[in-house]
């Protein structure tokens, strides 16, 4: 197996489980291989066939990938074809039949289509294994669910005593057995390796989406320009990635765009200019997605949070892939989990509605991190790490200060209870800020005992201290139709009963100001109705307002 390796590839030695993986398949076992982007999934099926002199069958979801992939074969001298539905060379279908190649590839449409004459004959001149690349995509718990990949199942009842195995970087256990059924594996052998991809550093900044910000990520893009590596901005929405696209040609550097919207032509032709690194820069929606296979990315920036950390591990994994290290930014704006419904509204049923909810919340926990990010990327695809401090993210490497922050989360809290609990984030934070907008003032809250206790600082500021506490429980957020509500959770209730208005006991968080930067220019004064008065402080509360503030707190 080594010599083979050596005489083909021209590796060495086999990456952990690989060698494991190709045993098994020569044994004729059903394998799920679960393995992280980068790891080396693809040589456990491209040896197997030169070991057995038989032909792999390969199923994957995209021409290019496949092109790309056969090109790359053919080089190392192994026989490699593609059939697609496009393709009308005939003699490719016959050598195929015939068993002629070592790596047949082809799209789970065609795979579908082609006769089961065809498949006996390739039964008869020798096929060894039948590969499912991408798995993922025949889940619908998946975050690439493809109708055709759901009818690969009928293909084990003309290849019965084929092994099968399927390969994905998804590591959910719902997508895991729904691969094992829906390929109607028989016991099979399930390999799943490490998901921590230590060559790539994870970092998060807060963007507040103004063109200044904007100037500051493309300057920032623009540095990685001298080394010759490529970078892939990922947009949550086709608009951003036009106008991205746009500031980085004014700025004179060299990028690609490619998005849903683009014909499938031009979304080729610029994958293709990528690869041949014909510019590098790609700003991208997510459609720009499997089998991006181009070793030297080095940077993976996600303008706005992803819709999910399944997607996110996915196309952040997409740098770094020849093992050098390479870093992961992910901007996020507030705005950005607005999108819920956004994403909500693919769900067809109401457990996957409940599980796109659940892993958008997950996404936006990510950003609001200040532990360790590679820790919570792992725990949440169910591994265990085993170290607290990574040293290659950026809450390992810069100390994010923590600082007492009893007062103003009690401060906040104590304000959104006594609003009712049924607002956004905006009503009690105009509150804090002493704003005396007319909603304010029918309900009253102007007369709260908070009323402008919070004016030194911005809306911003509020709100990420806002998010801290939501990250951490105190605070809940639940959606009703397209808006948000925060209301106090249990454990910001216990907070808030172990308070009194001259004490409060310590809760370290880190500084607003460390999360959204300084927020100067940024917070539209005067919007929010805010008077000229001096703030009220909080430790001189009158009698009456202390009552009145323990009658909301019980
Ligand atoms: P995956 O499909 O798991 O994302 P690939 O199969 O595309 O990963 O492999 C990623 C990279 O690792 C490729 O450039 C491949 O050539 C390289 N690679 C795979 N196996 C080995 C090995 N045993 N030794 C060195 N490099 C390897
Ligand atoms: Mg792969
Ligand atoms: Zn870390």
Same mark, same amino acid.
């Given at each position: 197996?080594?010599?083979?390796?050596?005489?083909?590839?021209?590796?060495?030695?086999?990456?952990?489980?690989?060698?494991?993986?190709?045993?098994? #398949?020569?044994?004729?076992?059903?394998?799920?291989?679960?393995?992280?982007?980068?790891? $080396?999934? =693809?040589?456990?099926?491209?040896?197997?066939?030169?070991? &057995?002199?038989?032909?792999?069958?390969? #199923?994957?979801?995209?021409?290019?990938?496949?092109?790309?992939?056969?090109?790359?074969?053919?080089?190392?001298?192994?026989?490699?074809?593609?059939?697609?539905?496009? %393709?009308?060379?005939?003699?490719?279908?016959?050598?195929? @039949?015939?068993?002629?190649?070592?790596?047949?590839?082809?799209?789970?449409?065609?795979?579908?289509?082609?006769?089961?004459?065809?498949?006996?004959?390739?039964?008869?001149?020798?096929?060894?294994?039948?590969?499912?690349?991408?798995?993922? +995509? #025949?889940?619908?718990?998946?975050?690439?669910?493809?109708?055709?990949?759901?009818?690969? $199942?009928?293909?084990?009842?003309?290849?019965?005593?084929?092994?099968?195995?399927?390969?994905?970087?998804?590591?959910?256990?719902?997508?895991?057995?729904?691969?094992?059924?829906?390929?109607?594996? *028989?016991?099979?052998?399930?390999?799943?390796?490490?998901?921590?991809?230590?060559?790539?550093?994870?970092?998060?900044?807060?963007?507040?989406?103004?063109?200044?910000?904007?100037?500051?990520?493309?300057?920032?893009?623009?540095?990685?320009?001298?080394?010759?590596?490529?970078?892939?901005?990922?947009?949550?929405?086709? *608009?951003?990635?036009?106008?991205?696209?746009?500031?980085?040609?004014?700025?004179?550097?060299? &990028?690609?765009?490619?998005?849903?919207?683009?014909?499938?032509?031009?979304?080729?032709?610029?994958?293709?200019?990528?690869?041949?690194?014909?510019?590098?820069?790609?700003?991208?929606?997510?459609?720009?997605?499997?089998?991006?296979?181009?070793?030297?990315?080095?940077?993976?920036?996600?303008?706005? +949070?992803?819709?999910?950390?399944?997607?996110?591990?996915?196309? =952040?994994?997409? +740098?770094?892939?020849? !093992?050098?290290?390479?870093?992961?930014?992910?901007?996020?704006?507030?705005?950005?989990?607005?999108?819920?419904?956004?994403?909500?509204?693919?769900?067809?049923?109401?457990?996957?509605?409940?599980?796109?909810? @659940?892993?958008?919340?997950?996404?936006?926990?990510?950003?609001?991190?200040?532990?360790?990010?590679?820790?919570?990327?792992?725990?949440?695809? !169910?591994?265990?790490?085993?170290?607290?401090?990574?040293?290659?993210?950026?809450?390992?490497?810069?100390?994010?200060?923590?600082?007492?922050?009893?007062?103003?989360?009690?401060?906040?809290?104590? +304000?959104?209870?006594?609003? !009712?609990?049924?607002?956004?984030?905006?009503?009690?934070?105009?509150?804090?800020? $002493?704003?005396?907008?007319?909603?304010?003032?029918? &309900? %009253?809250?102007?007369?709260?005992?908070?009323?402008?206790?919070? *004016?030194?600082?911005? &809306?911003?500021?509020?709100?990420?201290?806002?998010?801290?506490?939501?990250?951490?429980?105190?605070?809940?957020?639940?959606?009703?139709?397209?808006?948000? /509500?925060?209301?106090?959770?249990?454990?910001?209730?216990?907070?808030?009963?172990?308070?009194?208005?001259?004490?409060?006991?310590?809760?370290?968080?880190?500084?607003?100001?460390?999360?959204? $930067?300084?927020?100067?220019? /940024?917070? #539209?004064?005067?919007?929010?109705?805010?008077?000229?008065?001096?703030?009220?402080?909080? @430790?001189?509360?009158?009698?009456?307002?202390?009552?009145?503030? *323990?009658?909301?707190?019980?």
């Amino acid at each position: 197996m080594e010599s083979i390796l050596k005489q083909y590839f021209g590796f060495s030695k086999f990456r952990p489980y690989q060698k494991e993986i190709v045993e098994k #398949i020569l044994d004729g076992k059903d394998s799920l291989v679960v393995m992280a982007t980068g790891s $080396g999934k =693809s040589l456990c099926y491209q040896v197997p066939p030169l070991i &057995a002199k038989k032909t792999t069958v390969v #199923i994957s979801p995209l021409i290019s990938l496949m092109q790309d992939q056969v090109m790359a074969l053919k080089q190392r001298g192994i026989r490699a074809e593609y059939l697609s539905s496009a %393709q009308t060379d005939r003699s490719a279908h016959s050598n195929a @039949e015939s068993g002629q190649y070592n790596i047949l590839y082809m799209t789970p449409e065609k795979a579908c289509v082609l006769t089961t004459s065809f498949w006996s004959r390739l039964l008869i001149s020798g096929i060894c294994l039948l590969a499912v690349d991408e798995a993922h +995509c #025949i889940s619908e718990w998946g975050h690439d669910f493809r109708v055709e990949y759901k009818q690969l $199942g009928r293909l084990r009842d003309v290849l019965p005593n084929v092994p099968f195995v399927g390969l994905t970087a998804t590591a959910t256990e719902k997508v895991r057995i729904d691969i094992i059924n829906s390929l109607k594996m *028989k016991n099979p052998h399930i390999t799943i390796g490490s998901f921590d991809r230590q060559n790539l550093f994870y970092g998060v900044k807060y963007s507040d989406r103004s063109s200044a910000f904007v100037d500051e990520l493309v300057k920032e893009i623009s540095k990685y320009r001298n080394s010759r590596s490529s970078t892939i901005v990922y947009c949550t929405t086709v *608009k951003d990635a036009e106008q991205i696209f746009k500031f980085l040609l004014e700025d004179g550097i060299e &990028a690609g765009i490619y998005h849903g919207q683009m014909s499938n032509k031009a979304r080729e032709e610029s994958h293709r200019a990528f690869i041949r690194d014909e510019f590098y820069v790609m700003v991208a929606t997510i459609a720009f997605g499997m089998g991006i296979d181009k070793p030297n990315i080095r940077h993976v920036i996600h303008y706005g +949070c992803p819709k999910s950390l399944e997607s996110y591990y996915q196309e =952040s994994g997409r +740098c770094g892939r020849d !093992g050098i290290p390479s870093t992961c930014w992910l901007y996020y704006a507030r705005s950005d989990f607005g999108k819920a419904d956004f994403y909500c509204s693919e769900a067809r049923t109401a457990d996957q509605r409940k599980a796109i909810m @659940e892993s958008f919340v997950a996404a936006q926990r990510y950003c609001m991190l200040t532990t360790c990010r590679r820790k919570y990327l792992l725990e949440y695809f !169910g591994e265990k790490y085993g170290f607290v401090n990574c040293g290659t993210c950026d809450n390992c490497t810069s100390s994010k200060n923590e600082s007492d922050m009893s007062r103003e989360a009690f401060l906040l809290m104590a +304000c959104i209870k006594a609003c !009712g609990g049924h607002w956004g984030l905006n009503l009690p934070v105009d509150v804090l800020r $002493g704003s005396r907008s007319k909603k304010i003032i029918d &309900a %009253q809250f102007d007369k709260l005992p908070f009323h402008g206790l919070g *004016k030194e600082m911005p &809306a911003n500021w509020w709100k990420a201290l806002a998010d801290q506490l939501i990250s951490r429980d105190y605070l809940i957020e639940t959606f009703r139709d397209v808006y948000k /509500t925060v209301r106090v959770g249990p454990k910001g209730v216990d907070f808030l009963n172990s308070c009194t208005p001259d004490h409060q006991p310590p809760l370290y968080l880190p500084s607003p100001t460390e999360m959204v $930067g300084d927020m100067k220019g /940024t917070d #539209i004064v005067g919007e929010a109705g805010v008077d000229g008065l001096a703030p009220i402080k909080f @430790e001189g509360l009158c009698q009456e307002e202390a009552q009145f503030y *323990k009658m909301l707190v019980e």
